[in-house]
């Protein structure tokens, strides 16, 4: 089961908030996509955990990802500790990312910047041969270090290292964001206004996320771009590939 990326996320939803658009785009390039998510968002005051299963589900399947696994933390309560950064290693020895997409390690939420320690402490120690762990067969796994990990700008106006031009598929990351019925605003049904108002749930958080889309845009002369931090600095091959 073997991916270019992993997009990995606190709650279901950070990842389509944050590099869905990115991700479309190395799609569209024949690249593969898993994606995984720390916890079920059970603490979000709209919703419940079985709803935002099924949403996420579905948003994995509109993008063409190849999986979503959900590793089941407690939101908003998962602590850093062994037993979460060997969860995550596992995960990563089965799937052998060659590039990891995760939180910032500075973001609103505080649930973000654990799962960005985690997340990039569990790539490292991933690749060591004397860590142990088992695959779903009982199997021991062969160790696996991912290539790079960068982080996503969310909700915090961090500086990124770099962006991603994701102009032509602004519209289909505004759907699957949309996929997320019971956080975000409709347009078309009155199913959750009985839900309490969050940071999120009102339209202008859609508006702010279009307008984030288009400040990260702007030095590269596009319309939409998404923001990341990376874990090291980038190299690039050739001076043209840069944009
Ligand atoms: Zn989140």
Redesign the pocket.
């Known amino acids: 089961m073997k991916v270019d990326i992993l997009a990995i996320?606190?709650?279901p939803?950070?990842v389509e908030l944050s590099s869905s658009g990115t991700l479309l785009r190395h799609l569209a390039a024949g690249k593969t996509v898993g994606l995984l998510d720390l916890t079920r968002g059970e603490l979000g005051s709209r919703g419940n955990a079985e709803l935002r299963d099924a949403e996420a589900q579905e948003a994995a399947a509109k993008m063409g990802a190849r999986f979503r696994k959900n590793l089941g933390m407690k939101d908003g309560l998962f602590q850093y500790n062994e037993e979460n950064i060997l969860k995550i290693a596992t995960f990563l020895r089965w799937c052998r990312p060659g590039i990891v997409l995760a939180n910032t390690p500075d973001d609103r939420?505080p649930?973000?910047g654990r799962a960005a320690k985690l997340t990039a402490d569990a790539c490292f120690y991933s690749g060591l041969v004397k860590i142990e762990t088992f695959g779903p067969k009982e199997e021991k796994q062969a160790p696996w270090r991912p290539k790079a990990i960068y982080h996503y700008i969310?909700d915090k106006d961090l500086i990124p290292d770099f962006v991603v031009d994701i102009s032509p598929y602004m519209d289909a990351k505004m759907d699957l964001v949309l996929t997320f019925r019971s956080q975000f605003y409709q347009d078309n049904t009155d199913a959750y206004t009985k839900e309490p108002s969050t940071p999120i749930s009102g339209k202008d958080f859609l508006d702010f996320l279009k307008a984030k889309a288009r400040s990260f845009g702007r030095p590269l002369g596009v319309e939409y771009a998404e923001g990341f931090i990376a874990g090291r600095i980038p190299g690039v091959n050739n001076l043209f590939d840069l944009v």
């Open positions: 996320g606190a709650h939803d950070d939420h649930d973000h969310q």
